[in-house]
């Protein structure tokens, strides 16, 4: 079995850039070679804009390797929770900009050799059909063809779906290293200062006239308070091999249910799930669950991944914060990173040439933090501040907790993770641990 690597890094030969060597200037700075990084650095080249990429790492080596990579608008329960707090109008614009990042993709796999397939994605529940019932009907009064289902290829019962066709999933880094080709992308570049216009990194000093932070979890703390709009929840996956065929993709409506879908002959299935310095199921319960219902299925790989969650249910794309006009950000994906990656890309392409785009306003970081949430997400950092043990987080200092499935010092206020040795694994700390 292949511990803690996902099955799209099998077999592949990923692409790779060099490292930035001295000092250099460009109109647009994109930080972090991600999906939505190389998608913004894809677009603005297509748009005719001077731009470089930066990566700390190398490109597609955080999150995005570690994706489901399921394609689809269908994003849970959400659009009945859109219209009720924010009305039809939002909640179009919302399906619309993840409709058109969608067709995005269908027309870019055209030409990348991909796995891309079209398939039907499934929404269920297991209570409360009625909740079903009203997402359906949300989606159908937003002109989406949405049906209730049984889901009968499913193992268990379950109280309903809400099933939608020609929904899509893919190999993740297939296609972000094709995508990738040609493009001015600098791995193994650390940013590791910034300031108004200029960036420092290990080796030299990027001037740039506007950037775009796609780090995941954005690690600039004087601006836009993402510390506290932001949370990050970790998931779980197995790869089996042997398990009875699935068509389709599948996830539970609540955070903490399964997702499933097959790659090849694999099914992938995903859950476990818990905010990151927590305690959950992580591939316990997945291990579980297989044994219960795919008995003669072998676990071949396993791995984990990291979701930045916002504090109502969209993410943060556009300008980083009030004070900050040159300065833009994609943040808060909430689960969906492969759609709204694309999303990301084409609002701040937009954005950063300064052109209109229909969807900006939904998706601002500078709209209202009061929230619920807003107050849970203060009360965890407040209590990880007031904790009096080490390790603690270089990030804002908070206590870190040992998560013993992976090995792992996690904080529990913002998401950041290290090694047993200390070494930085996620973001947004941008140290190793003390």
């Known amino acids: 079995m292949n511990e803690h690597r996902s099955v799209w ?12 060597n001295d000092n250099a200037t460009t109109d647009v700075l994109v930080v972090g070679g991600g999906m939505a990084g190389v998608l913004c ?10 731009c470089m990429l930066v990566e700390a790492d190398r490109i597609g080596g955080g999150i995005t390797k570690d994706t489901t990579a399921k394609i689809t608008f269908a994003h849970g329960l959400l659009y009945d929770k859109l219209i009720r707090h924010f009305g039809v109008h939002t909640a179009q614009l919302y ?34 059909r009625r909740n079903v019932e009203r997402e359906i009907t949300a989606l159908n009064r937003l002109g989406v063809k949405a049906e209730f289902s049984s889901a009968p290829a499913l193992p268990f019962a379950v109280a309903g779906a809400v099933r939608v066709e020609k929904q899509a999933q893919f190999h993740p880094l297939k296609f972000l290293y094709t995508a990738a080709e040609g493009l001015p992308i600098y791995e193994h570049t650390k940013v590791t200062e910034w300031a108004p216009h200029r960036v420092k990194t290990q080796r030299g000093t990027i001037a740039y006239k506007k950037a775009i932070v796609t780090t995941h979890f954005p690690s600039l703390n004087k601006h836009g308070g993402y510390f506290l709009k932001l949370y990050q929840h970790r998931s779980y996956v197995l790869a089996l091999a042997g398990a009875a065929p699935l ?17 090849n002959d694999l099914l992938l299935l995903g859950g476990g799930g818990h905010r990151t310095g927590k305690r959950g199921g992580c591939w316990q319960e997945l291990e579980e669950f297989a044994q219960k219902y795919y008995p003669r299925a072998t676990v071949i790989s396993r ?35 492969m759609s709204n990656a694309m999303v990301a890309a084409d609002i701040l392409c937009d954005l950063v040439t300064g052109k209109e785009n229909p969807y ?31 390790p603690r987080c270089p990030h804002l200092g908070c206590a870190l907790k040992y998560n013993p499935a992976e090995h792992s010092w996690d904080c529990p206020c913002h998401g950041s993770r290290f090694g047993e040795d200390g070494e930085l694994i996620d973001n947004p700390a941008t140290d190793d641990m003390r």
């Not at 965890?380 to 009096?388: A, F, H, K, R």
Request: charged share 25%; hydrophobic share 40%.
């Open 41 to 50: 650095a894809y677009r603005l080249k297509q748009a005719g804009v001077d």
């Open 303 to 337: 791995w984990a991944t990291q979701d930045c969650k916002t504090l109502d249910d969209m993410p943060y794309i556009g300008q980083y914060a009030k004070h900050t006009p040159d300065l833009f950000v994609a943040t808060g994906f909430n689960k969906w990173g």
């Open 9 to 20: 890094t099998e077999d592949m030969c990923p692409a790779t850039f060099d490292a930035l």
């Open 360 to 390: 900006a306003r939904v998706f601002s970081p500078l709209r209202s933090m009061w929230h619920p949430k807003l107050a849970q997400n203060a009360f965890e950092s407040t209590v990880g501040l007031l904790t009096p043990t080490v």
């Open 247 to 263: 068509d389709g993709m599948y996830v539970d409506e609540a955070d903490r249910g399964l997702s499933f879908r097959r790659y």
């Open 95 to 128: 399906l619309d900009a993840q409709q058109q990042a969608c067709a995005r993709y269908a027309e870019m796999c055209k030409d990348i050799a991909c796995d891309y397939k079209e398939c039907d994605f499934f929404v269920y529940a297991m209570n409360g």
